[in-house]
T-cell receptor, first 112, second 110 residues
Framework: DAGITQSPRHKVTETGTPVTLRCHQT?????MYWYRQDPGHGLRLIHY???????DKGEVSDGYSVSRSKTEDFLLTLESATSSQTSVYFC???????????FGQGTRLTVV | RKEVEQDPGPFNVPEGATVAFNCTYS??????FFWYRQDCRKEPKLLMS???SGNEDGRFTAQLNRASQYISLLIRDSKLSDSATYLC???????????FGTGTSLTVIP
């Protein structure tokens, strides 16, 4: 299995609080992605990174920010969590944009 | 229009049956194609890549039809352990992301 670790695996937080999710890889892959998965919507891209300090928005980026200061770490921050951000968040990595992606185990976030 | 579309199912088939899933994609510049499997409350895992000439991995066969812009997955001799959601995934040669279908649910019944 690809070396991807997400933390925390589960989190419950209150509306309005900031939350940071971490994705750590040991594969030295260039591309890293954050997705959210909700019933009826499948996997939707939030943000992605194509190198250190190089990031771009996905289709559902509002309310989220990311940072990548090292190849191995990609952080997703919810500046002020809302109930609509209750979801399962998956990090993925890829060696190349046309090669297969490997996923972390997911973070189950509940905003109350 | 969605980049990738799949029939959500559910497909309920008996053990030993053959089942086929199709997936259509909208971007003719799509370059790479994959099938992923996702078990309940788990992360998606790569099942197989899909090559232009078609490819087989044991009981699984994947095919690509570029002219009609669809890919297919055939599962022969279904096992109980094949029960999962199957995701169709596409990338393009211009974008930096993967496009996922919403998945097709398969339940293999004893």
């Amino acid at each position: 299995d690809a070396g991807i670790t997400q933390s925390p695996r589960h989190k419950v937080t209150e509306t309005g609080t900031p939350v940071t999710l971490r994705c750590h890889q040991t594969e030295n892959h260039r591309y890293m992605y954050w997705y959210r998965q909700d019933p009826g919507h499948g996997l939707r891209l939030i943000h992605y990174s194509y190198g250190v300090k190089d990031t771009d928005k996905g289709e559902v980026s509002d309310g989220y920010s990311v940072s990548r200061s090292k190849t191995e770490d990609f952080l997703l921050t919810l500046e002020s969590a809302t109930s609509s951000q209750t979801s399962v968040y998956f990090c993925a990595i890829s060696e190349d944009r046309v090669k297969e992606a490997f996923f972390g185990q997911g973070t189950r976030l509940t905003v109350v | 229009r969605k980049e990738v579309e799949q029939d959500p199912g559910p497909f309920n088939v008996p053990e030993g049956a053959t089942v086929a899933f199709n997936c259509t994609y909208s971007n003719s510049a799509s370059q790479s194609f994959f099938w992923y499997r996702q078990d309940c409350r788990k992360e998606p895992k790569l099942l197989m890549s899909v090559y232009s000439s078609g490819n087989e991995d044991g009981r699984f066969t994947a095919q690509l039809n570029r002219a009609s812009q669809y890919i297919s997955l055939l599962i022969r001799d279904s096992k109980l352990s094949d029960s999962a959601t199957y995701l169709c995934v596409v990338t393009t040669n211009t974008g930096n992301q993967f496009y996922f279908g919403t998945g097709t649910s398969l339940t293999v019944i004893p």
